[in-house]
């Protein structure tokens, strides 16, 4: 097949990561018999040194007309001054929301072949295997926000969040669909004790579930107690639900499961359109320039457009089973290293990868 796929490679560790991932679709492209024509276009802090603009029209034109889009990262410390005019952030907060994007699927697989490099005790993470559903396009994030200045001299700033009944409908559809497919129980997170954003989601989803998803096992989490559970009971979770806010917290967190975030991948879905697939971590500006980013989550995130967006699915367990051979041989980037032990960087790891392949 031909497919036309946007890059947007970012700031700090995006290009690296990016680099490697385009490596391993293009050699998938060979395998399989594919043609995969790759556009770059700027996104994030080098669009705004570049154009001032952290998404120029030109890349948003670019992402509309193509079949999928693979996005590296965006932001670091020199586009960080809390009183810039623009932000390398909002760079991908628009693009969610022009390409309607409200799904967010983080996956959080353990690996067998990573138990050690997780922090936590191997007989609890052992097993896990839990799809994330974060909502993508609305709360906290787009809700009404400002900074306004008080008579006496002080400032006061705000961010709302805001549902609607439909964006909470049919994040919480797509979320059980998926259930309905995997192991049959949806969790849903909210703050619904305190929240009245949360109580629609409350009602929405109890709503849905009990009209439309009666087989399926359905519980309700407070997100403070989630932070929890999934560290203490996380391969109790099958499909989880939740806002924006609360999705980009928990996930991160849950990266310590699989050992790093440099391991977790994601795909951001629309009801129709190109997908947009990224890592879930930063630029991490701490180790850019070095050669020793993990590429795996945007190696496993390719895979995951292949599969998504280009229906590749036998593409897509290639390039995963080819991941797993390399971390069963033994290697290792820095972020999932024992100290002191030998690593791999970036292109070496993705070296071994390709030959897995
Ligand atoms: P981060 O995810 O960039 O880094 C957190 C920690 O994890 C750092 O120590 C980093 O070195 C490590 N890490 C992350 N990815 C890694 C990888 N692939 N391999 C090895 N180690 C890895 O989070 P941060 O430091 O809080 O944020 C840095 C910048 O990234 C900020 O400007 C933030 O806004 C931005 N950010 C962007 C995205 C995105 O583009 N989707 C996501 C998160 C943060
Ligand atoms: C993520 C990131 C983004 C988010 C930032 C960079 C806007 O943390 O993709 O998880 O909060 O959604
Ligand atoms: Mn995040």
């Known amino acids: 097949m031909k497919a036309k796929i946007v890059l947007l490679p970012g700031d700090g560790i995006g290009p690296e990561v990016t680099a490697q991932a385009v490596r391993v679709m293009e050699a998938v492209a060979r395998k399989f018999g594919h043609e995969f024509l790759f556009d770059s276009k700027r996104i994030g802090g080098i669009a ?24 590296g990262a965006v932001g670091g410390p020199k586009w960080d001054d809390p009183n810039a005019k623009t932000r390398p952030e909002a760079g991908l907060l628009r693009i969610r929301k ?41 709360g906290l994030y787009f809700g009404p926000s400002g900074t306004e200045e008080l008579p006496d001299g002080q400032q006061r700033a705000y961010s709302t969040a805001v549902y609607t009944t439909n964006e909470v409908e049919r994040i919480v559809r797509m979320a059980a669909l998926a259930a309905r497919k995997r192991r049959g129980k949806l969790t849903m997170v909210d703050k619904a004790n305190v929240l009245e954003a949360s109580r629609l989601w409350r009602r929405i989803s109890a709503k849905i ?45 849950a990266s ?49 457009l292949l599969r998504h967006s280009l229906q590749l699915d036998a593409e897509a367990t ?23 032990s030998a690593t791999l960087g970036t292109v070496a790891i993705t070296d071994k990868v390709l030959e897995q392949l």
């Open 318 to 340: 290639a390039i995963e089973t080819a991941v797993k051979r390399v971390l069963a041989a033994g290697c290792r980037t820095a972020d999932l290293a024992p100290k002191g």
């Open 48 to 71: 705004i040194d570049e154009t001032g603009d952290p998404l120029p029209q030109e890349t948003i034109d670019a992402c509309k007309s193509s079949d999928a889009i693979l996005l």
């Open 209 to 253: 579930m009990k009209e439309e998803f009666p087989d399926l096992e359905y519980e309700v989490v407070l997100v403070d107690s989630m932070a929890m559970h999934l560290l203490s009971r996380p391969k109790s979770f099958d499909v989880v639900v939740t806002s924006n806010m609360f999705g980009d917290i928990l996930t991160d967190e």
């Open 256 to 304: 310590m499961l699989p050992g790093s975030l440099g391991m977790l991948p994601s795909a951001s879905l629309g009801s129709d359109g190109p997908g947009l697939y990224e890592p879930i971590h930063g630029s991490a500006p701490d180790i850019a320039g070095k050669g020793i980013a993990n590429p795996l989550a945007t190696i496993l995130a390719a895979a995951m």
């Open 98 to 138: 022009e390409l309607g994007l409200f799904a967010n699927l983080r996956p959080i697989v353990t690996f067998d072949e990573l138990l050690d490099s997780s922090p936590l005790k191997r007989e609890i993470i052992e097993g896990t295997d839990i799809l994330f559903f974060r909502e993508l396009t609305g």
